[in-house]
């Protein structure tokens, strides 16, 4: 399997030229099977490696992700050249820099990939561990044990890396993958994915727990999307459109990243010096993020003194600043925030501000504008931070810190498959805890019911 | 609004010879709404009411419980009478002698009813729990906070207790919740909700958490199952046809609970009167329910022995054994089982039996005939028992008792909405805390991301 995965590999790298968006037949091994056919062999595969990945030790698992890691570092050139033929044929096709950003490896980003891999491998891992254990009146005793969720696919956008990052958390966490890729990064994932392989051959744990969609034909996401016998979730990685597209045609539970509209309210009474670093640094860290502040908020008490300092402060940034009513009496230079201002994800260097009455008006606009991502506050008051921790209905809600936290690294999670705007299963950034699902063990001594 | 609906109740009991299954006019206050109209409103209302009733005190809930068991108390004779109206209709319809049960309401029940939602206001709320706190290198403590799903939508059979049943549960983890009842049921379930209504109005909980949908037309569960933006999670309440249909058909998250196709493994070694006595609960403790034991699994180390015991002690209580083929060489007289016997849910006096080898083919058996509902193994060996427990993929696995005890009130959750067959969220049965979810409660003191 091995050597015809490597062969396959290696001709479509030389057949770059063909196009890999639509071109399913490139792959050898799969030109017989129709797209449905080939991702339900694949979802078969994936649930009986699940099986065995589900109580596979964690020794076991951290050796195959060590094994990996290994594979990767030795393979550096192959997986280059291959992300060399799919840049080459992104660029033919005109793509945007942002996107060939994305798909583009170095030695660097390689060297990060496998790095982060032998992070995983050095987490913990929550499977097996068991909570509870309370005696019932009947004698039983009621105990959880955390279990893998099953199988899950996870669809993104041409980014290589994504491949290895959601194959180790994926595993870490006991569950077999079904991975796929943008079409621009057929080549790359392909070399990438038979590294993984490499590795899962040298472990004890089944090669099928890490298999790649190895057709570029988009009927197979659909099969994917409606294959709820071999697949428990779908994890797509993407813009709003990807997931939105996802989540409307999937019949698999979506673990869904959709708005960051992220605010930070700057409350009456706080340390203005605060609040103003703050809200820099979560508009400035980086505009692309989903927890970029997009709408400041401010207490119309500290808003006379407050608003000069926003203003200054990111006149450097060029960061365009667009005020509500109020604002406009302050700083008559701003722009007029339109009605749409206030639910618009910008993701770059344009912010709205409003000036509000108070805590309550501030938890009222987040709760009714923003989209339930990450909230903070600038406060120095402890009931008014109660109250906006308790009410705003958020997967995060900071107090006193940057927006631009909201990740599964900063929280201590270690890896992070993604960041959940789902109210169900599990919120904000997901790891390898939020792969992972409980199950009842219940004891006796013979006992039976009356 | 009370007194409108007081009238809107009153007279459609009056009119009851009208078919309420399509008369979705007979109600007053919706008559101007077609069936989207009506659900969509009920859907603003209960997002609204439950941004307040998601930070309501304990206290208030609790008071809110008890005011509406007051209710219910009150006002038995005019729900008795309701419901004799109902079931004059279901009569005239011919509607079959299960349902008639499930639909009657007598003073007993109706007692049961209101003692259920005084236990759950007796029982702990676990919103607003946190839990974790750690702190991270940049200084961020990081615990997560207890919170409701936000809007609840239940899809029942015509049974009326679960009007009453699901208000309090949903009532209690601070969700607002939207019911939709079975037509056959509607006289009644009006009468429960206005009870409902009537309590929450003395209490500081919003009167729109609990609001019944007031038409008996079957576009207004379309219109609930596809109202994202309104309702958080659905959950049907009602047999695998219910189930399936509804999970087909929604947009929003659904709780479900299919199959129950439960095992017994007896083990080589372990005591057999045990065994025996387990088998028999786990079969006849009650048939219709899904815990019920439908196929033993036994090792052919103990089958001589133990299958004449099972023959002799089924007997009485007239179930019809089906056994594997070895099974009958041992019990002739036996009937023998077919291959759709493994994977049927007979709810009934029907008992598949088959001899396995050990206790990894009783594993094997299960992950692939069962549901993953509720398993047993009856052993008297630490690691085989260790065996099952890990590798069988089940919601609920018991050592050494019977499958029937898969309840949420055997488990120590009081109240019970269902049992869950998902593997997100929440597996097994369902009370309180599988009603909420968690939030990220990040604090620290103007932290900023370098």
Known sequence: MNETLNRAAASAVADAVADVATDADAVANVADLNPQQHVKALGERARTASQVLAVASTRDKNAALVAIADCLDKRVDEILSANAQDMA?????????????????????????????????????????????DRQPSGLVIA?????????????????NVTADAAAICLKSGNAVILRGGSESILSNRVIADCIRQGLESSAIPTD?????????????????????????????????LVTRISEDARVPV???????????????????????????????RYGICGSM??????????EAFLPMVNDAMAPHEVELRGCEQCLTLQPHWTAAMDEDWSTEYLGPVLSVKVVADVNEAIAHINHFGSGHTDAIITADIQRSEAFVRQVDSSSVLVN?????????????GAEIGISTNR???????????????????????????
């Open 89 to 133: 044929s992104a660029r033919e096709r005109d793509l945007d820099a942002p996107l060939l950003d994305r798909l583009e490896l170095t030695p660097a980003r390689l060297q990060s990939m496998s790095t982060g891999i032998r992070n995983v491998a050095a987490q913990s891992d929550p499977v097996g561990a068991m909570s509870g254990g």
């Open 209 to 241: 727990a890490v298999q790649l969609i190895n057709t570029t034909n988009r009927d197979a996401v659909g099969a994917l999307l409606r294959m709820e016998d071999y697949v428990d979730v779908i994890i797509p990685r993407g813009g709003k459109g």
């Open 255 to 285: 673990i869904k990243h959709l708005d960051g509209i992220c605010h930070v309210y700057v409350d009456e009474g706080c340390d203005l010096d605060m609040a103003l670093s703050v809200s820099v640094n979560a508009k400035t860290y």
């Open 294 to 303: 997009e709408t400041l908020l401010v207490s119309q008490k500290v808003a």
């Open 424 to 450: 169900m299963h599990v919120r904000g950034p997901v790891g390898v805890l939020g792969l992972t699902t409980e199950k009842y063990v219940v004891t006796g001594n013979g006992t039976i019911r009356s």
């Open 401 to 413: 810190a940057a927006t631009c936290f909201a990740d599964g690294a900063e929280y201590g999670l």
């Open 144 to 160: 959880k044990m955390r279990v893998p969720l099953g199988v899950i696919g996870v669809i993104y956008e041409s980014r290589p």
